[in-house]
């Protein structure tokens, strides 16, 4: 047998060498099988109550923008709604494999109940460099100008894509509605800047506006650490295709483990990001920040176009930005243009359900009223000529709480007629007493170690990633709404709380936090947080009994309380004064509510760590410059709330 393999074997290695020899000749080696996959592939659509189709709009430059178009079979006049999104328009526009327009605009940014009831052509463009567009992606691209060298912007990118629109869809009736929520509600801002004149509504919702001043980046100089994510998965490939990994359940501990987060960033390679670059490169309140900030942009812009800023009472993302645009354009608007809309949602949770946010219960659809209520009939009015559509109030405002809609003339206003709001201080006093009105009781202090090796959670441990699946336990959007009470248990951690009220007290705008305090270090944070206290017992719901729901909080880096553009040390155990406006708040303290202040000094990890020792950059803080600091709160140190007194009960 042995000698007849042997024998063999040179033949099998002949036939092979002969079978590889003519595989390379290029001709088959066996017969054609033919292929199932056709060269291309028609989907009948006849069933279908919309056509769409995805276009590449030139711009100036020469660079396309990958545009999708929806638009409901049959229609005739029909004005344009239009979202310009870095976060995939296929993905805005697909929801779902249906013949139904409804069911593929379901999700982000679509209000689809008013998208769709109302006739609307949708149309989604990505913006440049981003999935389908051509050219280069910069994060929240500037205007024309120091910052960008080129001719190109989103103002000019949207006003060549509303040209291109008007001029290329028959069923139209020539005029555009731009909306969007939160980078994509920057971008409905970004039009208003020299305004196409078909361009008639504009609709920011939770739009980022100061990326240093309190939206996405920084709060007051805290660097909100939480979003180094984001900002590695969207910048560092055209379609987010780099993920961020977690490397701990609790991100607590990969944030403490890593140190600083210029040393996180640098670790999982966020550098090779330029916007990241640029971070690193402005940690302070610099031009780069100022030049970029829409509120300052557009207070310098006539206001010709209607527009609808939405703002979310419990933003975890762009708390900021609404309002702070209203307070710069409202003077402006001379033919009554701006409108403004408080609901107590969390970041875009204008389109979603509003009946409740966590466990606080508002006893209606507050989101569906909003669209159906307000949306629709302004998106009527102004693009449709619809002259019998309801004309919105200046300012409709829920007021949480009582949980009602305020219909107001103007914000802040705590009514219409019969009220004022007067600035009324609420004293953190002696005994952990937080008494409203009157004046100081007196000079004492209360005092806390503030240790960076042990952090103040911004919520309960374990803390999930950050993201929008609740069903991976991603319950970020909400947590503003999260119980305070694992904080106020905490020994670095001060808590006044009032008596038990026997009256309601209103409050509409926005706290001032006026803290007189020292560290014992040359830097600090301080973190102020207003709460809602609820009766120790509460029927109707019980889980709710004892509850601390935060109302307005925020954060403050102390090395800018003499310049947010210039740090400065700290006078180490001087009593110095911080004064710094929390989140705008519509809220009614009811009887037999206590409210509360918490004052801490890191939150935790949602802002980078103070290492409580000045160093020039935070970013780059060593494990040495972290140590611990004593800090006192002195009991001159108030909180100005914005209470409404009215002369009778008002129903608006």
């Known amino acids: 047998m042995k000698s007849t393999i042997a024998r063999l074997a040179p033949l099998a290695g002949a036939l092979l060498v002969a079978v590889l020899a003519h595989a390379q000749d290029g001709k088959p080696q066996y017969p054609a099988l033919p292929s199932e996959t056709p060269a291309d592939f028609n989907a009948p659509t006849a069933g279908f109550n919309y056509v769409k189709r995805s276009v590449m709009i030139p711009m100036r430059d020469g660079v396309k923008l990958n545009t999708v178009i929806i638009t409901p079979k049959g229609a005739k006049n029909a004005p344009i709604l239009l979202t310009r999104t870095p976060y995939s328009a296929s993905d805005l526009t697909g929801h779902a494999e249906s013949s139904d327009m409804a069911s593929i605009l379901q999700g982000y940014d679509n209000a689809t109940d008013v998208i769709v009831d109302g006739g609307y052509i949708r149309v989604v463009q990505d913006v440049r460099g981003k999935y389908g567009s051509e050219g280069d992606y910069v994060t929240n691209r500037p205007l024309s100008g120091p910052l960008n060298p080129t001719p190109v912007d989103h103002s000019t990118d949207t006003w060549d894509s509303i040209d291109w629109l008007v001029k290329n869809l028959p069923e139209s009736n020539g005029k555009v509605g731009i909306i969007g929520i ?12 020299n305004p196409h004149p078909a361009l008639k509504v504009s609709v920011p919702m939770n739009p980022m506006v100061d990326g240093w001043r309190g939206d996405d980046w920084f709060h007051n100089g805290a660097f909100r650490q939480i979003n180094l994510s984001y900002i590695m998965e969207q910048v560092v490939t055209r379609r987010n295709e780099a993920k961020w990994f977690t490397s701990n359940y609790d991100d607590y501990d990969m944030y403490m483990r890593a140190g600083s987060a210029g040393a996180l960033a640098h670790a999982r390679g966020v550098e090779q990001s330029g916007f990241w670059r640029k971070v690193l490169a402005h940690p302070a309140y610099d031009s780069f920040w100022q030049q970029q900030a829409m509120d300052k942009i557009l207070a310098k812009q006539p206001v010709t176009v209607p527009t609808l800023l939405v703002h979310s009472l419990w933003d975890a993302e762009d708390i900021y930005g609404a309002i702070a645009v209203y307070k710069a354009i409202k003077p402006n608007d001379r033919d009554n243009k701006v409108h403004l809309v408080l609901g107590p949602w969390q970041h875009g949770g204008g389109i979603e359900d509003g009946s409740n946010l966590g466990a606080i219960k508002f006893g209606s659809d507050t989101a569906l009223h909003f669209r159906q209520e307000i949306l629709w009939p302004f998106l009527d009015r102004y693009l449709k000529d619809d002259n019998a559509a309801p004309q919105i109030a200046n300012v409709s405002a829920f007021e949480t709480g009582t949980n009602k809609w305020r219909h107001l003339n103007a914000w802040p206003a705590g009514c219409n007629s019969g009220c004022a709001i007067r600035p009324m201080q609420l004293h953190l006093s002696a005994g952990d007493k937080a008494v409203l009105g009157g004046t100081a009781a007196d000079h004492g202090f209360a005092e806390y170690i ?9 919520r309960q441990r374990p803390i999930p990633p950050y993201g929008y699946d609740e069903s991976k336990g991603q319950t970020w959007p909400r947590w503003l709404v999260d119980d305070q009470r694992e904080a106020s248990g905490r020994t670095d951690v001060l808590t006044f709380t009032s008596d ?32 809602d206290v609820y009766p120790d017992q509460v029927a109707s719901q019980p889980a709710m009994g004892g509850y601390q729901l935060m109302v307005s909080g925020d954060i403050f880096r102390g090395r800018y309380r003499e310049s947010f553009a210039e740090p400065h040390p700290i006078t180490p155990n001087k009593p110095l004064t911080y004064r710094f406006g929390l989140p705008t708040a519509n809220h009614v303290f009811l009887p037999g509510h206590r409210i509360m202040v918490q004052v801490q000094s890191s939150w935790f990890p949602l802002y980078d760590r103070n290492p409580q020792t000045y160093v020039e950059n935070i970013f ?26 009215a002369a009778s009960p008002v129903s608006q």
């Open 182 to 193: 939160s980078y994509d509600g920057f971008l409905p801002l970004m039009a208003l800047v």
């Open 450 to 458: 503030s240790d960076p090796s042990k952090p103040v959670p911004f």
């Open 500 to 531: 038990v009220l026997t009256a309601p007290v209103k409050i509409s705008g926005e706290p001032v936090a006026n803290l007189v305090a020292s560290t014992s270090g040359t830097d600090s944070d301080w973190v102020v947080k207003v709460i």
């Open 620 to 645: 780059w803080a060593k494990p040495g410059d972290y140590k611990k600091a004593t800090q006192r709160v002195y009991h001159s140190s108030f909180v100005e709330l914005p209470v409404v007194e």
